[in-house]
């Protein structure tokens, strides 16, 4: 149940999140809530979304898996923050694919459950390699999407490379490897660059 998924939640905070205690059964209320239903997923949108906002992305994208009620909110959270790190594989490459995969799930535009609500992504942190083309083609045309909507206030992008090697030669030539591929980038979405707000590059040589 949602109540047994907060039990193991953690803000940003370090404070732990549970469940709200049980309402008084002969307190008034507007809102009928059934035996076994969870109180806090009788909130409206806009307070659930408060909640998730103060989470780790991994723990609000594993909340709104819980629950048909918060399935939705994922795609509404206006604040998000990915890296790689955040992901496991035996590759960079497979690495990337994972985190790929799941910048465009969580840009993609998610149809709200009403009129009244919108989605708008105030603040985009991204963490990842520069590697494959295709890879990085497909999260800068998803990023695009986003921020030509005219909402976004913070772009920020910290691109390091997928391995290190020993051998100093070796390094150099895959550093200036990894430039030419950022300068590819950076030209295949324009709009997205023009949005930045920060940029850190490691080592890529120029």
């Known amino acids: 149940t949602i109540e047994e998924g907060f039990a193991s939640m953690e803000l940003r905070s370090g404070r732990r999140l549970t469940s709200l205690p049980p309402r008084n059964k002969s307190s008034p209320s507007n809102i009928d809530i059934g035996q076994d239903e969870d109180v806090i997923s009788t909130l409206p949108d806009h307070l659930l979304l408060g909640i998730l906002e103060r989470l780790h992305l991994r723990e609000a994208l594993r909340v709104g898996a819980t629950s048909t009620r918060w399935r939705h909110l994922p795609h509404q959270l206006s604040h998000l923050e990915l890296g790689v790190d955040q992901f496991h594989g035996t590759t960079p490459v497979e690495i990337m694919d994972a985190f790929t995969g799941a910048v465009r799930r969580l840009l993609s535009v998610c149809p709200p459950p009403c009129p009244a609500c919108s989605r708008a992504i105030k603040t985009l942190v991204l963490r990842f390699y520069m590697s494959d083309p295709l890879q990085l083609s497909s999260i ?39 430039a030419e ?3 590819s980038f950076s030209r295949a979405c ?15 040589a120029f």
């Open 140 to 178: 800068g045309g998803v990023i695009e999407d986003v921020v030509s909507r005219g909402e976004t206030e913070w772009l920020e992008f910290y691109i390091l490379p997928p391995a290190s090697s020993n051998d100093n030669t070796t390094q150099l030539l895959a550093e200036l490897g990894l």
């Open 190 to 204: 324009p709009v997205a660059f023009r949005w930045l707000t920060r940029l850190t590059l490691q080592n890529l």
């Open 181 to 183: 591929r950022f300068m």
